[in-house]
Nanobody, 123 residues
């Protein structure tokens, strides 16, 4: 069984920063992609960022240049540094383990999910 746990959410003013952290235990962390998704109020869950097993990052257009995803395989951890936050970034953020080493942006490509962490950006 794979356990995924996020932390680091909170309330921040527009223009501020937050760093989300995610740990995943239960299988060889370094062999799989990791992804961050978010569920804004009243909208569908959407892709935010992913990082492949080789460390290649990919971002949604809405966060490109503001968010940075990274991974530390020795600690089974993936981070999401979020800068220049906007009110439209408000959402529950979820971390997920990829089903593959090079998973795409679809939720279908991720098999284990955390419980989510709330990020609220005030204007």
């Amino acid at each position: 069984q794979v356990h995924v746990v996020e932390s680091g959410g909170g309330l921040v003013q527009a223009g501020g920063s937050l760093r989300l952290s995610c740990t995943a235990d239960g299988r060889t962390f370094s062999s799989y992609a990791m992804g961050w998704f978010r569920h804004p109020p009243g909208k569908e869950r959407e892709f935010v960022a992913r990082i492949w097993r080789d460390g290649t990052p990919h971002y949604a257009d809405s966060v490109k240049g503001r968010f940075t995803i990274s991974r530390d395989n020795a600690k089974n951890t993936v981070l999401l540094q979020m800068n220049s936050l906007k009110p439209e970034d408000t959402a529950v953020y979820y971390c997920a383990t990829g089903s593959y080493g090079y998973s795409g942006p679809s939720t279908d490509h991720y098999d284990y999910w955390g419980q989510g962490t709330q990020v609220t950006v005030s204007s």
